[in-house]
C-alpha cells in the first residue's frame, strides 16, 4: 500500500486535537483553516440521539466554517 498523504478538513468535535490523535497517533496537525461559502449544521442525529454536525455549502460570502487541516496517510483514512 502507497503511503500517500491525504489532507482532511476537520470540523465539530474532530477540532479536539486530544481527541482525534488518541484515535489516529499518526495524523500531523498543519493549522487551521476557513472554508468560506459554507456553513455548520446540526441536523444530523447519532444513534446515540445526540445531534451532528456537517458543513452545507451557501452562496452567502459572509458563511464561513473553521476548522483544522490534518494530513493522513492511507491507513489513517482506514480508522
Do not use: W
Not at 491525504?6 to 487551521?32: D, E, K, M, Y
Not at 456537517?54 to 487541516?69: N, R, Y
Amino acid at each position: 500500500m502507497s503511503n500517500k498523504l491525504h489532507i482532511n478538513f476537520a470540523f465539530g468535535s474532530n477540532l479536539s486535537t486530544r481527541r482525534l490523535f488518541a484515535r489516529l497517533p499518526q495524523a500531523q496537525c498543519l493549522g487551521v483553516a476557513k472554508l468560506y461559502q459554507h456553513r455548520l449544521t446540526f441536523n444530523m442525529l447519532s444513534t446515540d440521539g445526540s445531534a451532528k454536525c456537517t458543513i452545507e455549502p451557501t452562496s452567502c460570502g459572509d458563511d464561513v466554517v473553521i476548522g483544522v487541516l490534518y494530513a493522513l496517510d492511507d491507513e489513517n483514512l482506514l480508522c
